[in-house]
């Protein structure tokens, strides 16, 4: 007994030890703050003492700590119905409003502000301070904890002990192609993935490997929706594409619309009878779908629906912002990441940097959305989510991918965010030692990235102009831009509550006997909306002659995929080319012999979806660099067959068992799935201990 009170006497003392060096760091700022700023008085117009001065700023300083650490949460608790993006402009006039009421409390009132400056004082205030006790905590194991569990809304007193078996975290990489990971793992770009591979960086040694890297090749759409739909409810099945036209519903299905979204989820639930990957105390986070996770937090599949605040989608950024600190650095980093993108696309236009997509505009805002906002808050959610001990944890993290698209894959900017993205990894690792139950952290991507020029650039027209043409139809003068569909977009405007609509999707053709074209990178689609079933080649052909040869012709397009009368399904190439689906062989000579392994078999079940397109097109494919040609406006793309973007990465702990047997292919969305759902069966079972598991193989 004396023991247990001495520990908390000694903490008691740490943590009185660590509040009053804060309180001295921030007296020192707002004493060097109040002699760089003009507008900023801690004395009275007479003059006072240094002693009394110091007083002043001490007993402001204090204030403002003690309104920051109370009023702060409440403040945000009363802004809960205020967007997230709204609330992240609040911070600094909400913070600087703080320091003012702070100098009010001086009994002396020699304190005075204008109330520009006050923004400023305690932007600065609040960064050092959570510096200060942020690199207090560190050295001392259970202020550290203690600190995880503020910044991520949780209160360690109210959480069961931890069990014995290991919880699982899933990180998305949203983008991350295999072959990007292993490049920036070889620059020293990511020294955390580095080191569980065992290859050093930056100098280090080699260490034993802790995972093991495994390639996995995507089904033809591959994007987000079709990935992580499999990954998470194990099926994607009837889902041709990012965006497609559904003939019986007369709809266009979006990927990342919420109403769109939450269909689908339901789709995969129906068909395969099962919640999800994450139905057994489990939380989904950031992601598109839920997985059947009971904890969700800026799921875009829910956003569309009313839930209670704990659950609902936009909670986590709220949860997150309740800490001032959290506020102001993220905001900073938001207000940096804006200029630190303008600065790079005008750097990239005066040296005329080709290939090279329109950047203006909101964009900036998008891209410090994803790169800071959405990293920020979904990090401190899976951060909480660890120290609550859950069993299951899924994150998507869209950074990268929302760079690349414009950036180009294996551009600076793109290894840039990389870099950062590692750094989250790391913190991550640090907080699983802290936890109360061990973790197996795993890393995997839902798809990669293929760099490319767009077709509009390097033809002067988009994929809709020359269907257009194909039908004889008139084609503008001027060829318009196709809206890039980067999941970060869809993210902003949840996160603003407002519906995530393309302007573009939701018109309707002039007569319905016009075609409707929608793109998804390099893959695109095309409908005639008054014919209610699948078109065939021959009623194609009948109707508008000349639009499959337009179409197979082209040199920026690799083939078609149409329905057929006589052979049920032909895949059509340049100069007459036309293979049954049933005969095509990836070894065949014809139009999807530059794709690689895999692509007959990709476009044979895409072809059995009851809602693919009258005419699926997938662009041309340069073998030699990996290029494709987006009908997008992205410079880095995915969605289609061709390069990188159909070989994404799973990085997993020795711990688990291999994914797949040696010689053995790791293909499609719904086997990912079953990998994962069996390693959460074997941490469910009889564990071997961590510590002795870490023994065994350093012996």
């Given at each position: 007994m004396r023991g247990v009170r001495g520990g908390r006497w000694r903490r008691a003392v740490s943590q009185i030890g660590r509040s009053v060096a804060v309180w001295a760091v921030s007296t020192v700022t707002m004493l060097v703050l109040a002699g760089i700023l003009p507008d900023f008085q801690l004395q009275s117009a007479d003059g006072d003492s240094a002693t009394t001065i110091a007083v002043t700023a001490a007993s402001a300083a204090g204030a403002f700590g003690l309104l920051s650490a109370v009023v702060w949460p409440l403040l945000v608790r009363l802004l809960l119905l205020v967007p997230a993006l709204v609330l992240g402009l609040l911070v600094f006039f909400l913070n600087g409003a703080l320091l003012l009421v702070a100098l009010r409390l001086d009994p002396a009132e020699r304190g005075a502000v204008d109330p520009e400056t006050a923004v400023v004082v305690a932007a600065v205030m609040s960064a050092v301070a959570s510096a200060t006790g942020g690199a207090l905590a560190v050295r001392d194991d259970d202020a550290y904890r203690?600190?995880?569990?503020?910044?991520?809304?949780?209160?360690?007193?109210?959480?069961?002990?931890?069990?014995?078996?290991?919880?699982?975290?899933?990180?998305?990489?949203?983008?991350?192609?295999?072959?990007?990971?292993?490049?920036?793992?070889?620059?020293?770009?990511?020294?955390?993935?580095?080191?569980?591979?065992?290859?050093?960086?930056?100098?280090?040694?080699?260490?034993?490997?802790?995972?093991?890297?495994?390639?996995?090749?995507?089904?033809?759409?591959?994007?987000?929706?079709?990935?992580?739909?499999?990954?998470?409810?194990?099926?994607?099945?009837?889902?041709?594409?990012?965006?497609?036209?559904?003939?019986?519903?007369?709809?266009?299905?979006?990927?990342?619309?919420?109403?769109?979204?939450?269909?689908?989820?339901?789709?995969?639930?129906?068909?395969?009878?099962?919640?999800?990957?994450?139905?057994?105390?489990?939380?989904?986070?950031?992601?598109?779908?839920?997985?059947?996770?009971?904890?969700?937090?800026?799921?875009?599949?829910?956003?569309?629906?009313?839930?209670?605040?704990?659950?609902?989608?936009?909670?986590?950024?709220?949860?997150?912002?309740?800490?001032?600190?959290?506020?102001?650095?993220?905001?900073?980093?938001?207000?940096?990441?804006?200029?630190?993108?303008?600065?790079?696309?005008?750097?990239?236009?005066?040296?005329?940097?080709?290939?090279?997509?329109?950047?203006?505009?909101?964009?900036?805002?998008?891209?410090?959305?994803?790169?800071?906002?959405?990293?920020?808050?979904?990090?401190?959610?899976?951060?909480?989510?660890?120290?609550?001990?859950?069993?299951?944890?899924?994150?998507?993290?869209?950074?990268?991918?929302?760079?690349?698209?414009?950036?180009?894959?294996?551009?600076?900017?793109?290894?840039?965010?990389?870099?950062?993205?590692?750094?989250?990894?790391?913190?991550?690792?640090?907080?699983?030692?802290?936890?109360?139950?061990?973790?197996?952290?795993?890393?995997?991507?839902?798809?990669?990235?293929?760099?490319?020029?767009?077709?509009?650039?390097?033809?002067?027209?988009?994929?809709?102009?020359?269907?257009?043409?194909?039908?004889?139809?008139?084609?503008?003068?001027?060829?318009?831009?196709?809206?890039?569909?980067?999941?970060?977009?869809?993210?902003?405007?949840?996160?603003?509550?407002?519906?995530?609509?393309?302007?573009?999707?939701?018109?309707?053709?002039?007569?319905?006997?016009?075609?409707?074209?929608?793109?998804?990178?390099?893959?695109?689609?095309?409908?005639?909306?008054?014919?209610?079933?699948?078109?065939?080649?021959?009623?194609?052909?009948?109707?508008?002659?000349?639009?499959?040869?337009?179409?197979?012709?082209?040199?920026?397009?690799?083939?078609?995929?149409?329905?057929?009368?006589?052979?049920?399904?032909?895949?059509?190439?340049?100069?007459?080319?036309?293979?049954?689906?049933?005969?095509?062989?990836?070894?065949?000579?014809?139009?999807?012999?530059?794709?690689?392994?895999?692509?007959?078999?990709?476009?044979?079940?895409?072809?059995?979806?009851?809602?693919?397109?009258?005419?699926?097109?997938?662009?041309?494919?340069?073998?030699?660099?990996?290029?494709?040609?987006?009908?997008?406006?992205?410079?880095?793309?995915?969605?289609?067959?061709?390069?990188?973007?159909?070989?994404?990465?799973?990085?997993?702990?020795?711990?688990?068992?291999?994914?797949?047997?040696?010689?053995?292919?790791?293909?499609?969305?719904?086997?990912?799935?079953?990998?994962?759902?069996?390693?959460?069966?074997?941490?469910?079972?009889?564990?071997?201990?961590?510590?002795?598991?870490?023994?065994?193989?350093?012996?």
């Amino acid at each position: 007994m004396r023991g247990v009170r001495g520990g908390r006497w000694r903490r008691a003392v740490s943590q009185i030890g660590r509040s009053v060096a804060v309180w001295a760091v921030s007296t020192v700022t707002m004493l060097v703050l109040a002699g760089i700023l003009p507008d900023f008085q801690l004395q009275s117009a007479d003059g006072d003492s240094a002693t009394t001065i110091a007083v002043t700023a001490a007993s402001a300083a204090g204030a403002f700590g003690l309104l920051s650490a109370v009023v702060w949460p409440l403040l945000v608790r009363l802004l809960l119905l205020v967007p997230a993006l709204v609330l992240g402009l609040l911070v600094f006039f909400l913070n600087g409003a703080l320091l003012l009421v702070a100098l009010r409390l001086d009994p002396a009132e020699r304190g005075a502000v204008d109330p520009e400056t006050a923004v400023v004082v305690a932007a600065v205030m609040s960064a050092v301070a959570s510096a200060t006790g942020g690199a207090l905590a560190v050295r001392d194991d259970d202020a550290y904890r203690r600190r995880l569990y503020r910044l991520s809304d949780r209160r360690p007193h109210a959480l069961p002990p931890g069990p014995v078996s290991p919880g699982t975290v899933f990180v998305q990489f949203d983008g991350v192609g295999h072959d990007v990971l292993t490049s920036a793992v070889d620059k020293g770009l990511m020294p955390t993935v580095a080191h569980w591979l065992g290859n050093g960086s930056g100098g280090a040694a080699e260490t034993e490997p802790t995972h093991r890297l495994t390639p996995w090749r995507t089904d033809w759409s591959s994007q987000t929706g079709a990935s992580q739909l499999g990954i998470l409810h194990g099926s994607n099945f009837d889902i041709p594409a990012f965006r497609w036209y559904e003939k019986d519903r007369q709809e266009v299905m979006v990927s990342n619309r919420p109403a769109s979204a939450a269909e689908l989820q339901r789709r995969a639930v129906e068909r395969t009878g099962d919640g999800g990957l994450l139905s057994a105390d489990g939380a989904s986070r950031g992601n598109l779908f839920s997985g059947g996770a009971d904890q969700q937090a800026l799921v875009l599949s829910i956003a569309a629906r009313r839930r209670s605040r704990e659950t609902r989608s936009r909670a986590g950024y709220f949860a997150y912002f309740s800490d001032p600190a959290n506020a102001v650095r993220t905001a900073l980093s938001f207000i940096a990441e804006v200029g630190r993108e303008i600065g790079q696309s005008t750097r990239a236009r005066l040296r005329k940097v080709r290939p090279r997509v329109a950047r203006g505009g909101l964009y900036p805002f998008v891209r410090a959305f994803a790169t800071v906002v959405e990293r920020d808050v979904v990090v401190a959610a899976v951060m909480g989510d660890m120290l609550a001990g859950r069993t299951a944890v899924y994150a998507d993290l869209v950074a990268y991918d929302e760079v690349a698209h414009h950036s180009g894959p294996m551009s600076r900017d793109a290894e840039k965010v990389l870099a950062r993205l590692d750094r989250a990894l790391a913190l991550i690792e640090k907080v699983a030692e802290h936890a109360p139950r061990p973790y197996r952290i795993v890393v995997l991507s839902d798809h990669g990235q293929s760099p490319g020029e767009t077709f509009r650039s390097r033809y002067g027209l988009t994929l809709g102009d020359l269907v257009r043409a194909g039908c004889g139809l008139p084609v503008p003068r001027r060829a318009g831009r196709t809206r890039s569909g980067a999941e970060a977009r869809a993210a902003v405007r949840a996160a603003l509550h407002r519906p995530v609509e393309e302007e573009h999707e939701q018109r309707r053709p002039a007569r319905r006997s016009e075609p409707i074209v929608l793109a998804s990178g390099n893959l695109g689609l095309v409908s005639f909306p008054d014919v209610p079933h699948r078109m065939t080649k021959e009623e194609i052909d009948a109707r508008h002659p000349a639009l499959l040869p337009t179409l197979a012709n082209h040199p920026g397009i690799g083939f078609l995929l149409v329905r057929s009368e006589e052979h049920g399904g032909v895949v059509l190439g340049a100069y007459g080319a036309e293979i049954p689906v049933d005969r095509l062989d990836d070894d065949h000579s014809g139009p999807l012999a530059p794709f690689g392994p895999g692509a007959a078999d990709a476009v044979r079940r895409t072809h059995s979806f009851p809602h693919a397109a009258d005419i699926m097109v997938n662009s041309f494919h340069d073998q030699a660099d990996g290029e494709v040609l987006a009908f997008e406006e992205q410079i880095g793309s995915h969605g289609g067959l061709g390069g990188a973007q159909a070989k994404p990465f799973l990085l997993s702990p020795y711990a688990f068992s291999a994914p797949v047997d040696d010689g053995e292919e790791l293909v499609g969305a719904e086997h990912v799935h079953r990998v994962l759902s069996r390693w959460l069966g074997e941490t469910a079972g009889p564990q071997v201990p961590i510590e002795v598991e870490s023994e065994e193989r350093a012996a």
